[in-house]
């Protein structure tokens, strides 16, 4: 398998295919990819307010989510990740960090304009803004300081709020699929990484 395993990793650097650094020797079997989403051009983002720089693609029915410089999307009771918005996807064994940050109502509240009874002026992100400058927005804090978020009169939760609010999700959301196959794995989640470096679990590329 590790032969196996330094093959694929060096047929991918000559082709040019990004290969995550530390790239985990497992390879996840009897696992399918997700399908495709088609873009007629590359989608806009907006960042979720409450959140610590969580992007969301608001024009399609499926979940699809940048944080710390990847492309997150759940899809059959799994997690996959990309460095890519339409291809690349490996399959990820945990609940990205993120995801209990993220309001369950966020499409309600983008439809309406209304951030829990605030009103809210989202900023629709241009792809290539955003991966220019997501970093540079991360170091300065760009959307907590702008109202913030875009929401009106709307002050960022404390930290101890937060964490609570998070506890309150990570119960809520153990009957979605993408959370409860993983809960049903009983494997440890570990601390956030740092903005911009490969998530802590590695995201097993799945042949």
């Not at 608001?58 to 059959?76: A, K, T």
């Not at 809210?120 to 978020?149: A, K, S, T």
Request: charged content about 20%.
């Amino acid at each position: 398998m590790r032969k196996l395993l330094a093959g694929t990793i060096l047929s991918a650097l000559v082709l040019g295919v990004p290969v995550p650094a530390h790239a985990d020797a497992h390879v996840s079997i009897g696992i399918s990819l997700p399908p495709p989403i088609v873009f007629q051009a590359p989608p806009e983002v907006v960042v979720v307010p409450d959140t610590d720089d969580v992007y969301v693609v608001p024009d399609i029915d499926v979940e699809l989510f940048f944080w710390n410089g990847w492309w997150w999307r759940p899809w059959g009771g799994h997690w996959f990740c990309s460095r890519y918005y339409d291809r690349g996807w490996a399959f990820y064994g945990y609940v990205p960090f993120f995801y209990y940050d993220v309001d369950p109502c966020w499409r309600t509240y983008y439809r309406d304009r209304v951030w829990h009874g605030h009103r809210w002026n989202y900023v629709r992100i241009p792809h290539q803004h955003l991966r220019r400058h997501w970093q540079e927005w991360h170091r300065e804090r760009q959307w907590e300081g702008q109202g913030p978020w875009g929401v009106h009169g709307y002050h960022p939760r404390p930290p101890e709020q937060r964490q609570d609010l998070r506890q309150q999700r990570q119960e809520q959301y153990q009957h979605r699929p993408e959370v409860r196959r993983y809960l049903q794995s009983r494997q440890p989640q570990g601390p956030p990484p740092q903005h911009g470096q490969m998530p802590l679990r590695q995201p097993r590329q799945h042949r």
